[in-house]
C-alpha cells in the first residue's frame, strides 16, 4: 500500500514549516484583500451591493483562496463591515494595519492592487474617493508604479536582447 507524502508521518519539520509559512500568507492576503475590500467600499461614504457581490466574486475566482471556506471569508469581512458601522475611524487603522502586514509581498501587493482596481467600478459609479483610497493604499503597501513600469522596461530590453 502506497502511503501518502502528505500524510503526517512522513512530513519533515521543514515541510511543515514551510506549508504553515504559506498558509499564514495566504491568510495575511486573505485579510489584506478583505481591509481593501473595506476601505474601499466606504470610500464614497456607502457600501453597494455590488461591491460587495464583486468582492465575493474576487474570493472564489483567487485559486489561494479556495483554502478559506465562504464562512471564513464572509466572517473577515462581515468584522470590517462591522467596525465601519460601529467606529469608522478605528475600522480604518485596522483595515490599514491588515494591509501593512503584506507590505513587502510582491504578489500579495499585486493582488491586493489588482481587487482594489477590480472593486472601483463594481457599483457602476467610479468615484473619486475610491480612486484617493487606492493611492493611500499604494502608499502603504510601498508600490510605486514607476518602479513596476522600470522593472518591466528591463525585463522586456533583456527579452529582445
Known amino acids: 500500500m502506497k502511503k501518502s507524502l502528505n500524510s503526517p508521518r512522513f ?6 514549516a514551510a506549508r504553515d509559512a504559506a498558509l499564514a500568507r495566504i491568510s495575511d492576503l486573505m485579510e489584506a484583500m ?10 464614497d461614504g456607502e457600501v ?5 457581490r464583486r468582492i465575493f466574486a474576487i474570493f472564489r475566482a483567487h485559486p489561494a483562496m479556495s483554502v478559506f471556506s465562504r ?3 464572509a466572517e473577515e469581512i ?3 463591515e462591522a467596525g465601519f458601522r460601529l467606529d469608522p475611524e478605528l475600522a480604518q487603522q485596522i483595515a490599514r494595519e491588515k ?9 500579495a501587493v499585486h493582488t491586493v492592487l489588482t481587487v482594489c482596481r477590480d472593486l472601483i467600478p463594481a457599483d457602476g459609479i467610479a468615484h473619486p474617493a475610491e ?12 508600490h510605486d508604479d514607476q ?11 533583456g527579452i529582445a536582447q
Open 11 to 16: 512530513d519533515s519539520a521543514a515541510t511543515v
Open 99 to 107: 494591509l501593512a502586514a503584506i507590505a513587502g509581498q510582491a504578489r
Open 71 to 73: 464562512d471564513e471569508i
Open 78 to 80: 462581515a468584522a470590517h
Open 131 to 142: 480612486y484617493r483610497i487606492l493611492a493611500e493604499i499604494k502608499a502603504l503597501l510601498r
Open 48 to 52: 453597494a451591493g455590488a461591491e460587495r
Open 34 to 43: 478583505a481591509a481593501a475590500y473595506a476601505l474601499m467600499a466606504h470610500a
Open 147 to 157: 518602479a513596476h513600469f522600470r522593472v518591466s522596461d528591463h525585463a522586456r530590453e
